[in-house]
């Protein structure tokens, strides 16, 4: 079984983490769930690493927080999408914290639908790379 490594980061403070990052990370598990059917017919399988950063790391770089990766590529790479920020709350205190934008949207929480997309071309693409030239060949 070929692996898809997610990798989900965020703040976490005496415990606690900010709405923004709670809502992801239910989105992330409704998306898990999504690609564990999708993706297990095809050989794949996708693992999450829930990764913390401490208050320290996240002051030197709001932007760090609420970050996902996908194959060890950015899920925005996979999007063609824009990051930016916007203020934020609780744990957060008044740092302006990542956001996500796809087309005319832009998201404090990262919904499935994204996470699911950007998993999707990443496990063709890891499936192309196995298949190797001769996969992509008409002859």
Do not use: Y
């Not at 017919?41 to 320290?56: M, N």
């Not at 999007?79 to 832009?106: E, F, I, K, N, Y």
């Not at 699911?116 to 496990?123: G, H």
């Amino acid at each position: 079984m070929t692996i898809l490594n997610i990798r989900w980061q965020r703040l976490v403070k005496e415990g606690q983490t900010c709405d923004r990052c709670g809502g992801t990370h239910r989105e992330l598990q409704k998306a898990l769930a999504t690609l564990e059917q999708q993706l297990r017919p095809l050989g794949v399988e996708p693992r999450v690493d829930l990764r913390e950063i401490d208050e320290a790391a996240f002051k030197a770089d709001p932007a760090s927080s609420n970050r996902i990766w996908i194959a060890g590529v950015p899920l925005e790479k996979w999007l063609d999408a824009g990051v930016g920020s916007s203020q934020c709350c609780a744990a957060c205190g008044d740092a302006d914290c990542r956001t996500v934008t796809v087309g005319d949207a832009t998201f404090e929480t990262i919904p499935a639908e994204l996470i699911v997309r950007a998993a999707l071309r990443a496990a063709a693409r890891i499936r192309d790379r196995a298949a190797g030239p001769a996969a992509s060949c008409c002859g």
